[in-house]
């Protein structure tokens, strides 16, 4: 505008004098014109105020305060990434709203990376004003009609059409295929459709045109259609935005910073709404007269301020109103107006893109205002033109500006200063005018000069994009549906977990009395939980864990110190020779009386030996068979107790006094007992599981004696060996059983515990990978390294806080090419795992409870279990499943976990304490 110069209008002669007609002279007109175009002037200071003012707006809705109704939406969309490239398939595309009075039908074939592009084949329909202004079911009906008249006309070869709806207006959706419609905007006044499911609408539409059967598989917004509609190569664009009949713009927001989704995971494309932008303090100084009369007699007073001053349905009548203000001053078309330049929407934005124009020339702008009935004179074009030039150039600054607040929340989104970002753009007004585009990215250069920002006109009005989005919500609806199918298995109902119950107190029982049962139920010759009388000083080793522990235990009146040392325990050494195993355990022992200064003397020792053990007595115990990963030769059907004292014996001047083995299960019961006297239950879910229990003597058939209690080491981790849970058992359980030291062992355990779960999902991610839901289907050689999944990767990604940033860091230290749908199907493969595993715990927890309360005839039973294993402490969720899975399954027991603080070497040494207690009192 500044560089407008009234100069040119004095040159040209031949009209009565102004001043003879009473009306301003012809430089007097232009002054009158400039002076009325200063108030589509905005300056700097005001872009930026409305850049500020924007953003705000923007940052408090995506907290979820929307202050009031002049604010912008910020509307998830629940595209979560952008384009692969490797979108395939024919679909349907139904354009409402877009372009104002009329809807438009694609049928978009994408070829994915390899192929050229398809032109997509269209047809365009216009939507009659009684349609756009009545009721809901009748536009919904004229657009079904629309799809079976363009499918009519080309006939397509597949039955199962699927189709993207890009429906143009603010909508609160709540998937890619449910969207209720907040308010209708440009010129769209139906009836019960807002606060409706436009989606079903148009479902229900298509159900009563009856032609044809086609699945709605999503539906998008014009913008987020333009964004995905970005060529493959020059994208991808994570910005789109729209000027045509209205304006408005999406972006790709991390998911974390929209309050409305409970996702703190990867991106998520926000449909801006900045149309309904109107905060006043930003906007009130830049709006005119012209546009609150042109919002007065809109159909939406009040609403969408800011897209009145943008969107292309309201140039032109801005421009109109502008025209009939001077030619009533007399500034123009010599002081008169005509019917047609009084009457609404009689300038349409094609008529101000001519008449803008300079290409166009005066002779256009002659007859388009001659067609309006108006008299031109000389100068009434070039002024027209500056009219039409200012109402545009400042719908494009105002536009600059806003699109300036979206790169700066981008900025802040991403904590990055120097944004390199591409913005596709769409619409008419970008189509029409080459001008709007130059004239907002000054605007944007002059705002955000740090963002390097590059403009991709998208190709066909977005139709490709929704095309994309149907693609992508096709191939996660597909891919969903492969993840669901591949982790139903893993998804356990109450019936299948009472039959777990129900089938292991079955084997309990049968393993009790010596009968045939994959739970081999090994007495342990522990009779009593710890009574508090226990002293002294106790070595305690603790082997079978993570960590191999030695630890010194005193017990005194006022409690129970522990000092411990943890040794490793080589991969060689665990599947070495047993005597090198046990030399090397003698080793440690050695190391630590050393340094605790306990050289030379014989403590009193209790051995935790986390594995199945057929006790003999409290001091002999013949190792049946290796778990976990350990598989020293010469060891089973061994006497683990002469293998350690043989192996003392090998070690000079060392003097230890072996008086306890104990399985962990029974040293975690008797730590925690030792506070809870109610502990009568020990579990651990760690590398391994297992549970013990006090039960009733007279129920243990191996054991003499009928009166009084005897803990039971259950060996629960080789539960369903006799393919009792082969219903149960998935095919990758079977490959995690091939590929182990003992296949065919330990099938509950295989299900359950640490040593297993990270294989478990590993094996399930190559699957999906195999399938091309996951990792683009490629399949890498680190995932298809055993036991590069660690089970801690299951709690670290299934903690609460910030999962998928820790997800994507796990993943990519795999060297995984990931994606953010990608990182939310591992979290959800992670949980279907861990899940089962926690249940099927649970289902043995509440069939071990169960069967106390059933001995003690009781109707309720109140009892705690002492509880170890890093699993069952670290997973995030695993104890919460695990307890109330035990809540479902046994009602008629309140059961109390206690987490075993000191681990169960405690519990070996007050075995030993009870043990030495007993023997003196027998002595005495
Ligand atoms: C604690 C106990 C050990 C037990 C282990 C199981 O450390 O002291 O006796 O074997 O937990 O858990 P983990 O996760 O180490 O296998
Ligand atoms: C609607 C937006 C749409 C924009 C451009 C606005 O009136 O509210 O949803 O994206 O027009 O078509
Ligand atoms: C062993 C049990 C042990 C459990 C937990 C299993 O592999 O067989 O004896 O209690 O792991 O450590």
């Not at 079976?148 to 080309?154: K, N, T």
């Not at 500056?386 to 400042?394: E, G, H, L, N, P």
């Not at 522990?549 to 047993?578: D, K, W």
């Not at 890498?780 to 999944?789: A, C, E, G, N, V």
Request: aromatic share 6%; net charge negative.
């Amino acid at each position: 505008m500044d560089s407008i110069g009234a100069v040119g209008l004095q040159q040209r002669e031949g009209f009565p004098s102004c001043s003879q007609k009473g009306l301003p002279c012809p430089s007097d007109s232009s002054e009158l014109v400039l002076e009325c175009l200063q108030q589509f002037k905005v300056t700097q200071t005001q872009l930026q105020q409305i850049q500020t003012s924007l953003l705000g707006s923007m940052e408090q809705a995506l907290g979820g305060q929307a202050s009031s109704a002049s604010a912008v939406r910020m509307l998830p969309t629940y595209v979560g990434s952008t384009p692969h490239g490797t979108e395939q398939g024919d679909f349907l595309v139904l354009e409402l709203g877009a372009t104002g009075a009329s809807l438009r039908v694609l049928w978009v074939t994408l070829m994915g990376t390899e192929g050229h592009r398809m032109e997509p084949r269209s047809q365009e329909f216009v939507i009659p004003p009684e349609v756009m202004l009545g009721p809901g079911q009748q536009l919904f009906d004229f657009a079904a009609h629309c799809l079976s008249e363009f499918l009519d006309a080309f006939p397509v070869s597949t039955q199962d059409l699927q189709l993207g709806f890009s429906f143009s207006f603010p909508c609160h959706q709540t998937g890619l295929d449910r969207s209720t419609l907040i308010s209708w905007t440009k010129g769209f006044r139906c009836s019960g459709v807002e606060g409706h499911d436009v989606v079903q609408l148009l479902r229900d539409a298509i159900k009563r045109q009856g032609a044809y059967s086609i699945d709605v598989v999503a539906v998008v917004n014009d913008t987020v259609g333009t964004m995905m509609g970005c060529e493959p190569g020059v994208g991808p664009c994570e910005v789109g935005l729209v000027v045509d009949t209205g304006t408005n713009a999406c972006y790709m927001e991390e998911a974390r910073h929209v309050a409305v989704l409970d996702e703190d995971r990867g991106r998520v494309c926000v449909s801006v709404e900045w149309g309904s932008f109107g905060d006043d303090e930003a906007l009130g100084p830049v709006l005119t007269t012209f546009d609150h009369a042109l919002d007065q007699e809109s159909l939406n007073p009040g609403a969408q301020r800011f897209e009145k001053m943008i969107g292309g349905l309201y140039l032109g009548e801005l421009v109109r109103l502008v025209l009939a203000h001077l030619a009533q001053q007399g500034a123009l078309f010599g002081g008169c107006t005509s019917p047609a330049l009084l009457s609404r929407g009689s300038i349409l934005l094609e008529h101000v893109t001519e008449m803008e124009d300079p290409l166009a020339g005066a002779a256009r702008v002659h007859a388009i205002l001659q067609d309006l009935g108006l008299s031109v004179g000389t100068s009434d074009a070039e002024l027209v033109r500056y009219v039409c030039t200012a109402v545009f150039t400042r719908a494009a600054r105002l536009c600059g500006a806003a699109l300036a607040a979206v790169l700066s929340r981008l900025q802040h989104s991403r904590e990055q200063q120097m944004l390199q970002i591409a913005v596709a753009t769409g619409g008419r007004v970008f189509e029409q005018h080459p001008s709007f585009l130059s004239i907002l990215q000054e605007t944007v250069m002059l705002l955000v000069p740090e963002c390097d920002v590059s403009f991709i006109p998208s190709v066909d009005g977005g139709g490709r994009g929704v095309a994309m989005v149907t693609a992508v919500a096709a191939r996660l609806a597909a891919h969903r549906r492969l993840l669901e199918e591949t982790l139903a298995p893993f998804r356990l109902n109450r019936e299948q977990l009472a039959a777990v119950q129900a089938q292991m107190q079955e084997a309990m029982a049968k393993g009790l009395r010596g009968e045939a049962s994959s739970l081999r139920m090994l007495p342990t010759y522990v009779r009593a939980t710890p009574d508090g009388s226990e002293r002294g000083d106790f070595l305690a080793l603790d082997l079978g864990g993570t960590n191999f522990r030695v630890l010194l235990v005193r017990v005194t009146a006022g409690g129970v110190q522990i000092t411990s040392q943890v040794y490793s325990i080589p991969e060689c050494v665990a599947q070495g020779s047993g005597q090198q195993l046990f030399d090397h355990i003698v080793d440690c022992i050695v190391d630590f009386q050393q340094k605790q200064g306990l050289s030379g003397q014989s403590l009193p020792l209790g051995f935790t030996f986390s594995f199945p053990c057929r006790q003999l007595g409290l001091d002999q115990g013949i190792l049946l068979n290796w778990t976990k990963g350990f598989n020293a030769s010469d060891c089973e059907g061994q006497d683990v107790v002469c293998l350690l004292r043989e192996a003392i014996g090998r070690k000079q001047a060392v003097k230890l006094n072996v008086v306890a083995i104990v399985n962990d299960t029974v040293g975690t019961m008797m730590s925690c007992g030792y506070e809870d006297p109610r502990c009568e239950v020990g579990l651990i879910v760690g590398t391994g599981t297992n549970a013990c229990y006090m039960e009733e003597l007279r129920n243990v058939a191996s054991v003499a004696g009928d009166s009084g209690h005897m803990c039971i080491n259950m060996e629960w981790g080789a539960f369903g060996d006799d393919g009792s849970l082969g219903l149960l058992r998935t095919c990758f359980d079977a490959n995690v059983d091939q590929a182990s030291i003992n296949p065919g062992k330990q099938s509950f355990e295989k299900m359950i515990s640490g040593m297993y779960l990270g294989e478990i999902v590993r094996h399930i991610l190559l699957h999906l990978t195999s399938l091309g839901v996951l990792f683009r289907g490629q399949q890498t050689q680190r995932l298809q390294t055993r036991d590069i999944f660690k089970t801690k990767f299951l709690s670290e990604i299934e903690s609460d806080s910030l999962a998928l940033r820790q997800v994507r860091a796990i993943l990519e230290d795999l060297g995984l090419p990931l994606t953010s749908d990608d990182a939310l199907m591992v979290l959800e493969v992670c949980q279907a795992v861990s899940q089962r595993a926690a249940q099927l715990c649970g289902a043995g927890v509440a069939a071990v409870v169960e069967k106390i309360r059933e001995n003690r005839g009781l109707e309720e039973l109140t009892v705690s279990v002492g509880v170890d294993g890093t699993l069952y402490k670290l997973h995030p969720h695993f104890s919460g499943l695990v307890a109330a899975t035990v809540r479902e399954l046994a009602p008629r027991c309140a059961v109390t976990f206690l987490q075993s603080e000191d681990g169960s070497g405690k519990g070996a040494a007050l075995v030993t304490a009870v043990a030495c207690r007993l023997a003196q009192m027998d002595h005495v």
